[in-house]
């Protein structure tokens, strides 16, 4: 039998399916044209923003010099993958999680929200080797599906279990490539649909140097040539 989609994913193909049939399509006004902007040359840095807040958590090996559950805060993550599903997160050898992540070839991604946020700045600023960061923030490790070591945070809204892949050496960091092995959301970012809601998680954003919370929503992906039923239904007043 075979597999039934996710509810977000059902409802994507439905929607690309409407807008793409001209027998249901409608007259939409003409969007305004994007003025060009004169630029300022700049050196070359890491302004790829806004990126997201990663709160990674991973253990060393028991029998290692660091068995003890870790905390390190991370901007440079993202997806690079769909199938299979893989991110990547980018550390200076020199932190104390680099090791124990090489050891254990495991981590977990905790989202960041704004009751998360000040754990989550302390963890960036503060390192294991001199301070138990889960005790220091009163957060609660436990215990996440496929992971030997790495535990997830409780109080994150969503949590990805990631095994490496790949290390790539690339200067002043090493990018760990991993699968996405299991996630687990907040109960209540789950609809009576069994829809996710990330909507709902009051995530945080990096914006260089700076935390900022999301904001309105402004579309959705092939907002731009959806029929105007699938855009009232999706976007509801702001549509209009």
Request: with cysteine; proline share 8%; glycine share 6%.
């Amino acid at each position: 039998m075979a597999q039934k989609k996710p509810a977000a994913e059902r409802d994507l193909a439905r929607d690309a399916q409407h807008s793409t049939n001209p027998k249901k399509r409608r007259s939409r006004p003409v969007p305004a044209t994007p003025v060009a902007r004169p630029k300022a040359a700049l050196s070359p840095g890491t302004l790829l923003s806004p990126v997201p807040v990663a709160l990674v958590s991973c253990r060393g090996l028991p029998t290692g010099e660091r068995p003890g559950a870790n905390l390190i805060t991370i901007a440079w993550a993202g997806t690079i993958c769909s199938e299979p599903s893989m991110v990547s997160i980018s550390i200076r050898p020199s932190r104390h999680s680099h090791q124990q992540i090489m050891e254990t070839r495991e981590f977990v991604i905790n989202l960041v929200d704004h009751a998360l946020l000040q754990a989550t700045d302390f963890c960036g600023v503060k390192s294991g080797r001199d301070v138990d960061k889960f005790a220091a923030c009163s957060l609660t490790p436990v215990k996440m599906a496929t992971m030997d070591y790495a535990p997830a945070v409780a109080q994150s809204p969503l949590c990805l279990a990631c095994q490496v892949r790949q290390v790539i050496r690339l200067g002043s960091h090493d990018c760990f490539l991993a699968e996405i092995t299991a996630v687990e959301a907040a109960q209540d970012l789950v609809n009576k649909k069994d829809r996710l809601c990330l909507d709902k998680a009051d995530l945080i954003a990096y914006l260089h140097g700076d935390y900022h919370r999301l904001g309105e929503r402004v579309g959705f992906f092939g907002f731009s040539v959806a029929a105007p039923s699938v855009l009232a239904r999706r976007m509801g007043p702001a549509a209009r």
